[in-house]
């Protein structure tokens, strides 16, 4: 009788066990459809992270449509722009040139570049 209810404890236990590792490994396999950001929250919080305002920011998401997203985003880097005296084209694309740079040279093993003090700076300044 008592190696029965051992024995019966023991599959329980490795069930259990079994269960949880099945969910973790669910879990675990990469984010789930309703953790993925819209291109414009991630334009907003990972892009221009370092450059919109909190106000921007918090008007831009209220943004409903496409188009309104993609009016915000022009008159953004237009204004950028004209403070720095050159292009619209050529100030967006220096902007990610620095943040592939800082991702290629500033990684910390899964956190990329730009997450990093160093990308950051260089993100912001153009020095490494």
């Known amino acids: 009788m008592r190696n029965a209810f051992l024995l019966s404890g023991l599959v329980v236990l490795v069930c259990s066990f079994a269960l949880a590792q099945t969910h973790t490994l669910k879990s ?3 984010p789930s459809r309703t953790d993925l950001k819209s291109p414009y929250e991630r334009w907003a919080s990972e892009d221009v992270a370092y ?3 909190p106000e921007e920011k918090q008007a831009f998401l209220m943004l409903k449509s496409d188009a309104e997203h993609e009016q915000f985003i022009e008159k953004f880097w237009s204004e950028r722009a004209a403070k720095a005296g050159v292009s619209e084209d050529a100030f967006r694309t220096e902007h990610y040139r620095r943040i592939a740079f800082a991702n290629r040279r500033f990684g910390l093993g899964k956190v990329p570049g730009w997450k990093t003090a160093k990308g950051r700076n260089y993100i912001m300044t153009g020095r490494a």
Do not use: A, K, R
């Open 51 to 53: 450059m919109i305002t």
């Open 28 to 30: 675990s396999s990469g």
